[in-house]
């Protein structure tokens, strides 16, 4: 079954160590977007990759960074995270133009 | 600056109650409106897009674009449609979507 895979589900890191979150997708898609969702918040588009091309938001800061060495595989890293961003972090991805997006399930990050 | 607005946290309805979800948004183009649903457990899912006009296990979604709204409704509810949806609006149609939304409304269909 074609999906977005989000490992771990869960992760746990300390307050200033960088961690990386991964994203996988079986669906051969080009663009992958990670989004960050704080409790009772709306989802909120960190960037996305267009194939190679990296599209960070304005508003996202410096601490977050994102690689995509292959059309299957993106990472969000974060770092030196703090105690504000204990969020859950969704990765989606989309063929393109006017495709809708698929999400993964998410990995919920907790800063200690 | 685009914003999309889902002005309750919570809607409760009994089995057989008509649901609106109620959906504003602030765009100065013209919008690409969706609908995306949870369900307890699962991912993030498309329901209903403004465009393809039509209607995902009983939901149906008209935009308005005058009172710029893009409400979801469904005459019947139904148990299995209690989940959380989100309304999203993408700000750059025409081009891989970049969709801002809403803060969600928790549906509940109890007996």
């Known amino acids: 079954d074609a999906m977005v895979i989000q490992n771990p589900r869960y992760q746990v890191t300390q307050f200033g160590k960088p961690v990386t979150l991964s994203c996988s997708q079986t669906?051969?898609?080009?663009?992958m977007y990670w989004y960050q969702q704080k409790s009772s918040q709306a989802p909120k588009l960190l960037f996305h990759?267009?194939?190679?091309?990296?599209?960070n938001e304005a508003d996202t800061p410096d601490n977050f960074q994102s690689r995509r060495p292959n059309t299957s595989f993106c990472f969000l890293d974060i770092r030196s995270p703090g105690l504000g961003d204990a969020a859950m972090y969704l990765c989606?991805?989309?063929?393109?133009?006017?495709?809708?997006?698929?999400f993964g399930n998410g990995t919920r990050l907790t800063v200690t | 600056a685009q914003r999309v607005t889902q002005p309750e946290k919570l809607l409760s309805v009994f089995k057989g109650a008509p649901v609106e979800l109620k959906c504003n948004y602030s765009y100065s183009g013209s919008p690409e409106l969706f609908w995306y649903v949870q369900y307890s457990r699962q991912r993030l899912q498309l329901l209903l897009r403004?465009?393809s006009r039509e209607s995902i296990k009983g939901f149906t979604a008209d935009l308005n674009k005058g009172e710029t709204s893009f409400h979801l409704k469904k005459p019947f509810a139904q148990e299995e449609d209690s989940a959380m949806y989100y309304c999203a609006l993408n700000k750059r149609p025409g081009t891989a979507s970049k969709l801002t939304f809403g803060t969600g409304t928790r549906l509940q269909v109890t007996l």
């Open positions: 669906l051969n898609h080009n663009v």
């Open positions: 989606a991805t989309s063929r393109g133009v006017g495709s809708p997006l698929h």
């Open positions: 403004h465009i």
């Open positions: 990759y267009y194939d190679k091309d990296f599209n």
